[in-house]
């Protein structure tokens, strides 16, 4: 377990891919899936090899709320301001992720939430970090349920430098968490 810590704190150190380092032995990744859409910066809808749509929400991190409605949309209390701003720029960076890894991606599925949406791990088919460390380094999603693994001081150091250095979300006075902003 020792072991396991410490590549998953040098993955956060060194520009390795995380996958190698974080994964325990065994674990089952999915073969590469198409994504199809990027509903905000931890959901993604991916095609199943049968062809079927999966809805994925992204394992341990929180994204910023988007305008929903018309109504989100209108509000101009700094709050949603602020939310929605951090909202459109996570989902426009997972975005982003998801081409620079052309739009397929691998899953460790973990649970289905009270949606029906599968929670899982996100990889690139290529070497890189798990989208879920990305977007947690650059300030734009939060730590959210943390698994008690290694993993888990990975997520929160990625997430830990970036408050430190006020990356993204973590630089903004009006921010507040997505679970408090949804109340």
């Given at each position: 377990m020792k072991r396991y810590l410490l590549l998953g704190l040098l993955s956060v150190?060194?520009?390795?891919?995380?996958?190698?380092?974080?994964?325990?032995?065994?674990e089952r990744i999915t073969a590469p899936l198409a994504v199809t859409t990027v509903s905000d910066g931890d959901t993604i809808t991916v095609t199943k090899p049968n062809g079927t749509k999966m809805t994925v929400r992204a394992a341990y991190v929180d994204a910023p709320e988007i305008a929903h409605t018309k109504a989100d949309s209108l509000r101009r209390d700094r709050?949603?301001?602020?939310?929605?701003r951090w909202g459109n720029l996570s989902k426009s960076r997972l975005q982003q992720w998801l081409a620079q890894?052309?739009?397929r991606v691998r899953l460790r599925e973990l649970s289905k939430d009270?949606?029906?949406?599968?929670v899982a791990?996100?990889?690139?088919?290529r070497n890189g970090d798990m989208a879920q460390i990305t977007l947690l380094k650059e300030g734009l999603v939060v730590?959210?349920?943390l698994p008690k693994t290694a993993l888990a001081t990975v997520l929160q150091s990625a997430s830990d430098s970036?408050?430190?250095r006020r990356l993204g979300l973590w630089s903004d006075s009006s921010f507040q968490l997505p679970s408090q902003f949804r109340k």
């Open positions: 150190l060194l520009p390795l891919p995380a996958q190698a380092q974080v994964l325990m032995p065994n709050a949603a301001i602020s939310q929605f890894n052309g739009n009270v949606y029906g949406r599968t791990e996100i990889y690139p088919v730590p959210y349920f970036a408050k430190r």
